[in-house]
């Protein structure tokens, strides 16, 4: 069964950054693309981008550009996102997801149990 | 980035009736690249449609999926109790994806 594990929830204070990790297994990591979706209290889901585990490129949403960082460790079988200048507006669960196949052009099929990333001063 | 505007907002709807969920894109969308989820709360989404028209592994055949272009429909035959939920749509034609904001499903 497809495992996606991901780190403990953060509480960072305005303008940090906070790194979430989602450690997958039981399939080979890389040949399904991972997206990182979050979703703030109350509100519906927003993409924020993929990463190709196989060679490592990654796309973002316009809104999270130069502000976002999706990578990957293969011998670990892990995937990251970090996320700089923290606001109170990216409070919210941040939740890694398979897509089901080896591109983008597939849709989700699993999903990690998210990370509950706070903002507060 | 194309964005998908669900409507209606909420649907207050009997067990037993039918759910007609609208999702319009603002740019063509392939409708290969449409899907839809199902979310209730405390829950991660669940993939109901894909391809705007395919069913998902272990989805009731009640959930049908149609529509091209720039306009997409998900029908809910005769709701169970369970399927009162928030429904997103999604599209992945193009290498920026983009989800509807929703349309919650509740029982009236």
């Known amino acids: 069964q497809v495992q996606l594990v991901q780190s403990g929830a953060e509480v960072k204070k305005p303008g940090a950054s906070v790194k979430v990790s989602c450690k997958a297994s039981?399939?080979?990591?890389?040949?399904?693309?991972l997206h990182w979706v979050r979703q703030a209290p109350g509100q519906g889901l927003e993409w924020m981008g993929w990463?190709?585990?196989?060679?490592?490129?990654?796309v973002y949403a316009e809104k999270f550009k130069g502000r976002v960082t999706i990578s990957r460790d293969t011998s670990i079988t892990t995937a990251y996102i970090e996320l700089s200048a923290l606001s109170s507006d990216d409070t919210a669960v941040y939740t890694c997801?398979?897509?089901?196949?080896?591109?983008?052009?597939?849709?989700?099929?699993?999903w990690g149990h998210g990370t509950l990333v706070a903002v507060s001063s | 980035e194309i964005v998908l505007t669900q409507s209606p907002g909420t649907l207050s709807l009997s067990p037993g009736e039918r759910a007609t969920l609208s999702c319009r894109a603002s740019q063509s969308v392939r409708s290969t690249f449409l899907a839809w989820y199902q979310q209730k709360p405390g829950q991660a989404p669940r993939l109901l449609i894909f391809g705007a028209s395919n069913r998902a592994t272990g989805i009731p055949d009640r959930f049908s999926g149609s529509g091209s272009g720039t306009d997409f429909t998900l029908t809910i035959n005769r709701l169970e109790p369970e399927d009162f939920a928030v429904y997103y749509c999604q599209q992945y034609d193009r290498s920026v994806w983009t989800f509807g904001q929703g349309t919650k499903v509740e029982i009236k």
């Open positions: 990463i190709n585990p196989n060679s490592g490129d990654t």
């Open positions: 039981d399939y080979t990591f890389t040949n399904y693309y």
């Open positions: 997801a398979r897509g089901r196949g080896y591109s983008y052009k597939f849709p989700i099929d699993y």
